[in-house]
């Protein structure tokens, strides 16, 4: 890597992961490098150069294969890019396709840019999608736009701040739902897109679920996009007044309508998000989600600022509070997808920003910041075991089977956005240092478990 483009990464440094696929492990450098790598020998399979890091673009998410095609996605949305997704054949690299999440003037959505604004609008997709084998579809929500400022780029924005569902092999899209037509507050819509079958209206629909940075979960029909449902799910909520089935856009409250005048005002939640990035889990048995929620505003005033390439062009001013004791900023919550509900939910302080898991036994895991691995019951959040790892936690815990024998892992490694915007003096106690630790669970006793055969 070259040290200049440490100086300009947005965001930290940063790899979400990598995709194994016959033999080979497919993986995204921050410098926006895509390789495959010979998983018996470590040599290089192929590798290609996705963008340039000197305009401002980084590659920091997981890649994702659907139907024999390798897809990735780009970083630096806030750098006055033009996000974007490409297509590749897994096996030489040839790139097949780019999708550009900022529509020209002459495609699909193009009118819904003033002048040449898309050439820098955002709409990063730094987080993998996710793939239905069944309707041949690949979900990939879509970032911000750029910069933060609404006011410097009039129109909906397309196809920023929207789930798009694309054709894996051309890169088509089949549909897409604008979650927030010109974001000003940084919102995102790339959070993870989870699959599950819901009964809605008494019919058993196959959908969508996001939790949004912005508060709503929305509920969508994974053929068509068609939105179903779209509930606030935390308990402050300032940017708008509510969803409009109808047309399924945002109502922008009075106060956001107000501070887009260079007012400057209290917005929640803040651009953190009601959830950041950290993956929900579902479950099939409960029909809840289990997520690390957030109840963090921000004092928000829009500024004009001139672009420059490969500098971060947010033209907007920001701040977090300071915490305040007996006022928890996190919470792990069961939500209702369908309606918002907080079926129950545990104080978490700090806030937590690692993942959650949902398991058919009857538990939730996830890691704190703290670095402790935690248990609760999935029925009402009681704390039923926790372990101490080296170093805090800001990653999902997975589970796996080997050989009949069930086993948990998680990765643990202070760092992130909120120990950079959400400083907490339980931090000073936590070690640095990257590790990974491995759980196995014991099956229930029997006598021949007590005692097995030598």
């Known amino acids: 890597y070259s040290k200049k483009m440490f100086r300009m990464v947005c965001c930290g440094f940063i790899n979400r992961g990598a995709v194994i696929f016959d033999g080979k492990l497919y993986r995204q450098t921050l410098d926006n490098r895509v390789m495959a790598i010979d998983m018996q020998n470590g040599e290089t399979v192929w590798t290609q150069t996705a963008s340039d890091w000197q305009d401002g673009y980084t590659m920091t998410g997981t890649p994702l294969l659907a139907n024999g095609v390798l897809i990735t996605g780009t970083a630096g949305g806030d750098m006055g890019t033009r996000g974007f997704l490409d297509g590749w054949d897994p096996q030489t690299g040839e790139k097949l396709w780019r999708f550009w ?4 003037p002459d495609q699909p959505g193009g009118d819904s840019w003033e002048g040449d604004t898309y050439l820098r609008g955002g709409g990063a997709t730094w987080l993998s999608g996710s793939y239905d084998p069944e309707l041949n579809l690949v979900y990939w929500g879509i970032g911000n736009p750029g910069p933060w400022n609404a006011n410097m780029r009039p129109g909906d924005n397309l196809f920023t701040d929207t789930i798009v569902a694309l054709r894996p092999e051309t890169g088509e899209i089949i549909w897409h739902y604008q979650v927030i037509p010109n974001d000003t507050y940084d919102y995102d819509s790339v959070n993870e897109l989870i699959h599950a079958t819901l009964t809605i209206d008494g019919n058993s629909r196959k959908v969508i679920i996001q939790a949004n940075r912005n508060g709503y979960v929305y509920v969508l ?18 940017w708008a007044d509510g969803i409009d089935m109808e047309t399924g856009r945002p109502i922008r409250s009075a106060a956001t309508i107000e501070n887009l005048t260079g007012v400057e005002k209290t917005v929640w939640p803040s ?19 289990y997520l690390n929620g ?15 390439k490969g500098t971060a ?19 792990l919550r069961a939500v209702d997808p369908l309606s918002g509900k907080r079926v129950w939910q545990v104080p978490v302080d700090p806030p937590a920003n690692g993942g959650t898991l949902a398991t058919a036994g009857g538990l939730i895991f996830t890691g704190l910041q703290t670095g402790e691995l935690a248990a609760y019951d999935i029925d009402d959040g009681k704390l039923l075991w926790e372990y101490q790892t080296p170093s805090g936690i800001i990653a999902p815990p997975v589970t796996y089977e080997l050989d009949g024998e069930q086993y948990v892992a998680i990765q643990s490694g202070i760092g992130g956005l909120f120990s950079w915007f959400l400083p907490n003096p339980k931090f000073a106690t936590v070690t640095k240092g990257a590790s990974i630790t491995v759980f196995k669970l014991f099956k229930p006793w029997s006598a021949d478990t007590a005692h097995p055969a030598q």
Do not use: H
Request: glycine share 6%; charged share 20%.
């Open 101 to 104: 999440t900022t529509a020209a």
């Open 221 to 238: 029909d994974r053929a068509t996009g068609e939105l179903l449902r779209a509930s606030q799910f935390v308990d402050k909520l300032t």
């Open 271 to 289: 651009n953190i998000g009601g959830k950041n990035w950290a993956p929900a889990s579902f479950s099939p048995e409960t029909d809840l989600l």
């Open 294 to 308: 957030l109840e963090i505003s921000m004092q928000f005033k829009p500024v004009v600022m001139a672009w420059r």
């Open 313 to 331: 062009y947010a033209a907007a001013e920001f701040a977090f509070p300071e915490p305040v004791p007996g006022e928890p900023m996190g919470y």
